[in-house]
């Protein structure tokens, strides 16, 4: 008498006793190793937090509302990717094409603003009006008792935060730096399954795998940057938050 066996996960043979397949258990694995190697970076960043003697800091040079928009679009390019796989399992191949170059251009979306974030931040100035400054930063204040001392109308500073300004910027830039490296691998990888889907027998509903592969991927970097966002950029704006 034949023996049934059960349907095969994703259309591949199943390699591990766990139930999932080797490929995704590596990814698994790998997951597990990045989220240590993330979180050293973000440990690292903590414990130098506030260690910086001189150089701009975060309340000076951190804008929140535009980093907002640059986490809520990584954020919808879950979302995105979510109804790319579900589209895929449905064999609605046109729709998952859509939502995959959907993602795709989220992603490079979040690159461009991080682009913009660092250069505005390794050009960063600041000017200080010597009758009236209002309420100063730390640094500002910095600027302010060494330009205004001399009896001039204004004061201000034309340096900018970059990796060797000081601790801050050397643990920040390193550490959103790396993420930066991994959203943009994932962009590559989701178009690289985009246009294989149009290789014919190659991404098929049956055929899920690459893309589920691409999806656990892509959602890690989206909760990681939550982290980051959280820790990094509110924390280091509003203490107390």
């Given at each position: ?8 996960i994703h259309g591949e043979d199943e390699g ?25 970076l973000i440990a690292t960043y903590l414990v ?120 801050f910027g050397t643990t920040f830039y390193t ?67």
């Amino acid at each position: 008498m034949a023996q049934e066996h059960a349907a095969p996960i994703h259309g591949e043979d199943e390699g591990t006793t766990t139930g999932l397949n080797h490929r995704k258990m590596l990814m698994w694995a790998f997951l597990g190793s990045d989220c240590m190697f993330f979180g050293s970076l973000i440990a690292t960043y903590l414990v130098y937090q506030g260690k910086s003697l001189e150089g701009p800091l975060p309340i000076d040079v951190f804008d929140i509302p535009v980093t907002s928009i640059s986490t809520f679009v990584l954020l919808m390019s879950s979302m995105s990717m979510v109804l790319a796989y579900s589209a895929l399992t449905k064999n609605n191949m046109k729709g998952f094409r859509i939502w995959m170059i959907s993602t795709a251009i989220m992603g490079a979306t979040f690159i461009g603003f991080q682009v913009y974030e660092f250069s505005s931040f390794a050009n960063h100035h600041v000017e200080i009006d010597c009758v009236s400054p209002g309420e100063l930063t730390k640094y500002e204040q910095h600027i302010f008792d060494d330009g205004c001392s001399s009896g001039e109308a204004h004061a201000e500073s034309h340096e900018g935060l970059k990796p060797q300004t000081n601790l801050f910027g050397t643990t920040f830039y390193t550490l959103t730096g790396f993420h930066g490296a991994h959203v943009t691998l994932g962009i590559v990888w989701l178009l690289s399954l985009l246009l294989l889907s149009f290789k014919k027998g190659v991404i098929t509903p049956e055929k899920n795998l690459d893309v589920d592969l691409a999806a656990l991927y892509w959602h890690f970097v989206d909760v990681v940057w939550i982290v980051i966002f959280t820790v990094v950029y509110l924390f280091g704006v509003f203490p107390g938050f």
